[in-house]
Structures are given as structure tokens and as C-alpha cells.
């Protein structure tokens, strides 16, 4: 397998660069003002398919040459992009068949990228033939450092509904189960008398009455992801018969649902993500960090890319805030300290038309007399001095649990609360951790988790039985698990697991859940530590102590079955029984959480405890507004608060500042520094 991108040294710095939208006397300013701002690549091509193939068959490669020679001229890589999101318009009136349908059975118009079912044989053939001819003319063009296949899979186009997707969808379940009877076990058919007589009878999960069979949805689902890997790896090995460079996509982690990263990772010579700052959000930088935390992880440790984010606001939110002076500095920074061996941006110059033309770019309409452009300098200086961290890895202690198909079934219709989404806990959970000054990796239930002192599944509605079995192995080796409600129930049909809840984590829990009461909006319970005045005396661990805190979304009626009591409820319609329980198992331990805490008396209370526990290190005593993160031997200090920060126990040389620090660092308000320890 190819391996990592060969660029002459240190980070890759740049962005999608789309010269097509501009006269050609504004491409040499273009390659003056990379030298400038010291970009070394370039993502080029991704929209290119009606350029370079204006009518079947008829190839003009005229305009990507010169594009390529200036780049090679200037000392700028490129990233080709076989440009298959967006197909030509000639292509969807010569193949009507080809068109997307979504759920309803509406045929989806032109005019936007992703209009077409990744499942047409006339797609598969037209991009395979493009690609082929892109490939064979630049195999060896000295601009061109790796492959960027297709782009954003999944944005648009993720499921079709169309009868050629239909039938494929039927190919794969025969692929999967063999014989009906099999489909019918699966999906407990039964229910509701739907059982199916032949693999013919099956439907896509089209617009249908409330209830429809949650088996049926998530085979959709996993088939709509392996028909976009089809695609991706058609257009691979097309490349791989010409070149032997890198080949990726353009991942977006957390950010596309439909898509299941794990799957798609193995595929991909470099894992490269697109992220955003979702300026809604109080600490946007905490997403940003589970984000490259997350990608880090689908990467398998290795480092990864950043292949897009913003210098600014961005166009498709409900309110586009522009960064704060220092934010842009301050998110690349942190992809970076959590594994990235890029920063590139979408795009390097504002379009002046199009659905994007109020998306930032490197070069904004105010051109170079902006902060922008004076930022997106400073920041090329910054990653030339970082040049040292590239490849480095990072290492962690603590693991969280994240699964796309637990993701998918939780989010079903008919469960018992609204308010069970996947990603609220997950983010809550990661949350108390960052503030904790904690890094974690992401895994799948399935994973290795020796590495770790503790592991941390906020959201594991679905669960297989294997993957139960390895977390009760963990703990019993000596690790610790830390458990959310509403985990372990189904296994991976969405079938309950037999015997009470917690069902496939019953055991390494100790617990069994009598019945759940899930709360009304805005209700709450109050915890507190057994023994209090006014408990009942309920087992307790003998450390368990601290103020009230309260609970929201969940209560449910947990009974002991080996765990013993760690906080319980005070009121609510669990009055009196366990909230909070720990049950010692072999070498290890296993808490369970039977409600939603926040807050500092809360779950962060919580997760401190916990991470004790496990023997967790982490430093004390700072604000949770400081980001700390090791990358090999380098310290990232990233401060996101008004006022300074110093930090005690640091020694070392600055690499951005080149100062020599002997015993603490002070961080600059809205700064950053890192030092080679």
C-alpha cells in the first residue's frame, strides 16, 4: 500500500483550490500569494468532470495543465481530485436512470453536487472512465504528491431509493443471509406479520406507516454504506493501474451520521477529515477536539489529515459567526496537537458565485488587506515551525465508545424518550473528560482495549453479544469501565438482549434494571451519596461522598446484583434506589450511570472520581479553559480564555516562541504555545 504523502518536509499547509472560477491572470496571483503564506499543497480538480470531459468521451485537459505546470513552477503540490461528486450536466440527461430518489419517491433535479444513486451502473461506468483518463495523463505529473477520490461521500446522496438501488439492495441481502429465512430471524418478521416469502418481496425502507421494521432500516443503512465504498474503491484501484501514490477522501467526522467510519477507514491510504466549527455552540472548540480525537482514531492512531476547515465563518449554518481574532490559529492548532499532519482550508479564494460565495477562504473578497490574510500567514510560519511534530503520534489513557450502528438504531423512531440522542451523551461525557484535561481515544466495542486504564460507553443502545464479552474480559483484567443508561440493550438486529436491562452488560455491571422512567421535559432528580439523612442505607462504596447533584432525561429502577450503591436517587420516581453503582469484578471495576448528570457536582464529579479510581494521570489545578495535549515529545498549551494562564511543571524549548521554559509556562489569553519537552 502506498504509504504517507511525500512533500519535501514538515506539514502539509493549503486548501482546495479552485483556479476554474477565475480568468487565468489570476492564477500566476495565486501562486505569488501561496509563496507568501507558505502553502505546500493543494487540493485540485474536485469539481472538474464537465471541464475536463465537456461531451462523452471528448477529453480537454488543456486548462488542468497549465493549472498543474504553474503549481510544479511555484513549488506547490497538488492533491488530484477525480472530480465524480459532480457529474456533468450531460451525463444526467444521456442517463435519466442515474438520477437520486429520495424516500418519498421523488426524482431529484440538477444544479447541486451528489445528484446521482452511487448504485447506477451508468455512474460506475462514466466515473470509472474518467478517472481512468485523469489518471493515465498525470500518473507522473512531478506536481501531483497524492489522490483525492470523489468528495464529501455520503453529504447528499447517502441512501437512494430508486429501483436500480432496490435491486441492489436485494443482491446484498442475499450476499448477507443466504436464504429468506434467515432475513426473516433477523428482523423478527413475525411482529406485525411481515414476513417475507422470497429476497423479491423486500422493499427499500421507503416512505411507509409509523413502525417500520428497525432490522429493515439498519440493513439499509449498512448497505448505503457499501455501496459508496463500492464507488470509492472502483475509482482506488482504477488510480493504483496508473500510480502508486497516496490515495484518499475527504472523511466528515462526527459529522455525517450515515456514513460508518470504521468501515471506511481500512480503505484509505492517509484518513483525511473535513471539519467545521459549529459557531452555535458555547465551546465550540471542545466538538472540534472530540472531532480530531475521533478522526485520530478511525486512523488508527496514525497521523491524519485536515483536509478542510474554515479561516472564518462558514455559509450553511443558520447564523455564520466569523472567528474571533485567534480562533482560527488557535482550532488548526488543535487539530493538529491531536494527530494532524495538515492544514487545509476550504478553499483559498472566495467564490464570487455559487452556493459558497459567503464562505471564508484563505484569500477573503477583502483580499490581503485583512486580518484573514495577515492570519493566514502567521499561521504558515506557525506550521513551519511545527514542522518536527509531523508524524508523531498521540497516545491516551482513556477510551470512549462510539459505534455508528448504535448511533443509527438508537435514533429509530418509538423509543422510550425524545431525548435519547446518541451524540448528547457522548459529548457530555467527553466533555467532563477535556475539562478534566483528559485525552481519550475513540474505539469500537469490538476493539483492543488493553491499552487503556479506563473506558468510557456513554451511548451503546446497540451492542453484540462479542462485543459485551470483550468489555466483561477487560475489567476482569483489570480495566475500568464507565457505563451511561440505556446501553447494552439490543444486539445488532436491534433485538432486545433476553433477561432484564442492562441485558448484554447485565453481568459486568452487576445490575438488573426492573423498569425505566424516563422523565418529562425539564423534570429533574436530585442524587445523593448513600447514608445521607434521609437515605435508607443502601450499600455504598465507601469513598462515595460529596454535594447533591441532579439528574435529568432518565430514571430507572436499578436493582443490586452484585454492584453495590455509589450514589442513589433522593427523589423522583426512583426515590431511594441506586443511581450511581460500582461493581468490583476481577482485577477490574464497572460503574453505571442510571440518569443524565451535568455539571460540576455532577458528572464531572463523576468522571473525576472515576478517573482516580482507575489510576487515571492528568494534571491538577488548572482552569478548564486551558487545552493540554502531548504529541510525541511536544506540548501543546492552547488557552481559550480572556486572561492568561500559567502552567507549572513545564520544561522545555518554545517552538513557536523560542523561548526557554524552566518550570512553567505562561499562555497568553487566546494564545498558544508548545514546547519540545
Not at 106 to 119: A, E, I, Q, T, Y
Not at 502 to 522: C, Q, T
Not at 613 to 623: D, F, I, M, Y
Request: hydrophobic letters at 40%; one cysteine or more.
Amino acid at each position: 500500500m502506498p504509504g504517507y504523502p511525500v512533500l519535501p518536509e514538515g506539514l502539509a499547509y493549503g486548501g482546495d483550490y479552485n483556479p476554474e472560477q477565475w480568468p487565468e491572470e489570476v492564477w500566476r496571483e495565486d501562486v505569488r500569494l501561496m509563496r507568501e503564506a507558505g502553502v505546500t499543497l493543494v487540493t485540485v480538480g474536485v469539481f472538474n468532470w464537465g471541464l475536463i470531459e465537456p461531451r462523452e468521451g471528448d477529453y480537454d485537459f488543456t486548462r488542468l495543465d497549465r493549472i498543474l505546470d504553474l503549481l510544479h513552477t511555484a513549488g506547490v503540490y497538488a492533491d488530484l481530485a477525480t472530480p465524480t461528486s459532480s457529474p456533468p450536466t450531460w451525463f444526467r440527461r444521456r442517463y435519466p436512470g442515474s438520477r437520486l430518489v429520495d424516500r418519498d419517491g421523488h426524482v431529484l433535479g440538477g444544479g447541486s453536487r451528489h445528484s446521482f444513486c452511487p448504485s447506477s451502473p451508468d455512474y460506475a461506468a462514466a466515473s470509472e472512465r474518467v478517472v481512468a483518463a485523469l489518471a493515465a495523463r498525470y500518473a507522473r505529473h512531478p506536481a501531483v504528491a497524492m489522490w483525492h477520490v470523489h468528495n464529501e461521500y455520503g453529504w447528499a446522496n447517502a441512501h437512494c431509493y430508486c429501483p436500480t438501488s432496490a435491486e441492489a439492495f436485494r443482491a446484498w441481502l442475499r450476499d448477507r443471509y443466504g436464504d429468506v429465512g434467515a432475513l426473516n430471524a433477523a428482523w423478527g418478521t413475525t411482529f406485525w406479520g411481515l414476513t417475507y416469502g422470497s429476497f423479491d418481496e423486500v422493499e427499500p425502507p421507503v416512505a411507509a406507516p409509523v413502525g417500520l421494521l428497525t432490522g429493515l432500516q439498519l440493513d439499509f443503512m449498512r448497505f448505503s454504506v457499501d455501496a459508496h465504498i463500492t464507488c470509492f474503491r472502483r475509482e482506488r484501484d482504477t488510480i493504483r493501474r496508473f500510480s502508486d501514490l497516496p490515495v484518499t477522501t475527504n472523511f466528515m467526522i462526527p459529522n455525517c451520521k450515515p456514513m460508518d467510519y470504521w468501515r471506511w477507514a481500512a480503505e484509505v491510504d492517509v484518513v483525511a477529515n473535513d471539519h467545521y466549527l459549529d459557531s452555535a455552540r458555547a465551546d465550540p472548540h471542545i466538538e472540534l477536539a472530540m472531532a480530531a480525537d475521533l478522526t485520530r482514531s478511525v486512523a488508527g492512531g496514525r497521523p491524519w489529515m485536515l483536509m478542510e476547515h474554515s479561516t472564518g465563518a462558514v455559509n450553511w449554518q443558520p447564523r455564520n459567526l466569523a472567528k474571533r481574532p485567534g480562533e482560527m490559529r488557535r482550532n488548526t492548532l488543535a487539530h493538529v496537537a491531536r494527530g494532524s499532519d495538515s492544514a487545509m482550508f476550504f478553499q483559498w479564494r472566495a467564490s464570487r458565485y455559487g452556493a459558497e460565495k459567503f464562505h471564508s477562504a484563505m484569500v477573503p473578497h477583502a483580499g490581503t488587506d485583512s486580518l484573514i490574510w495577515r492570519d493566514v500567514v502567521a499561521l504558515g510560519a506557525d506550521l513551519r515551525a511545527l514542522a518536527e511534530v509531523r508524524g508523531a503520534r498521540v497516545t491516551a489513557e482513556v477510551a470512549v465508545v462510539w459505534d455508528w450502528e448504535s448511533y443509527w438504531a438508537l435514533e429509530f423512531e418509538w423509543r422510550p424518550s425524545a431525548d435519547l440522542r446518541f451524540r448528547e451523551r457522548i459529548e457530555a461525557y467527553y466533555e467532563a473528560l477535556w475539562r478534566e484535561h483528559v485525552t481519550v481515544d475513540f474505539v469500537h466495542p469490538s476493539a483492543d482495549l488493553s491499552p487503556y486504564r479506563l473506558v468510557v460507553a456513554p451511548s451503546s443502545y446497540l451492542l453484540a453479544e462479542a462485543s459485551a464479552k470483550n468489555l466483561h474480559l477487560y475489567v476482569e483484567a483489570g480495566g475500568h469501565l464507565l457505563v451511561s443508561y440505556f446501553s447494552g440493550i439490543v444486539d445488532e438486529n436491534d433485538t432486545i438482549h433476553p433477561g432484564p436491562c442492562p441485558g448484554a452488560l447485565r453481568d459486568v455491571l452487576g445490575v438488573a434494571v426492573e423498569e425505566f422512567h424516563p422523565l418529562r421535559e425539564h423534570e429533574t432528580v436530585t442524587l445523593r451519596s448513600p447514608g445521607s439523612p434521609g437515605s435508607p442505607g443502601s450499600p455504598g462504596s465507601p469513598e462515595a461522598s460529596g454535594p447533591a447533584a441532579t439528574g435529568r432525561i432518565w430514571s430507572e429502577r436499578v436493582r443490586l446484583a452484585g454492584a453495590g450503591a455509589v450514589r442513589e436517587f433522593a427523589d423522583g420516581p426512583d426515590a431511594g434506589h441506586p443511581a450511581v453503582t460500582r461493581h468490583d469484578l476481577g482485577a477490574g471495576s464497572a460503574w453505571y450511570v442510571s440518569t443524565a448528570l451535568d455539571g460540576e457536582s455532577g458528572l464531572r464529579g463523576l468522571v473525576a472520581e472515576v478517573l482516580d479510581h482507575a489510576g487515571v494521570s492528568r494534571p491538577r489545578g488548572l482552569p478548564d479553559t486551558l487545552e493540554l495535549v502531548r504529541r510525541g515529545d511536544h506540548l501543546f498549551l492552547i488557552n481559550h480564555a480572556d486572561t492568561p494562564v500559567t502552567v507549572d511543571g513545564v520544561t522545555g524549548a518554545g517552538v513557536l516562541d523560542g523561548a526557554a521554559y524552566d518550570g512553567s509556562a505562561t499562555v497568553p489569553a487566546g494564545g498558544v504555545v508548545v514546547v519540545r519537552t
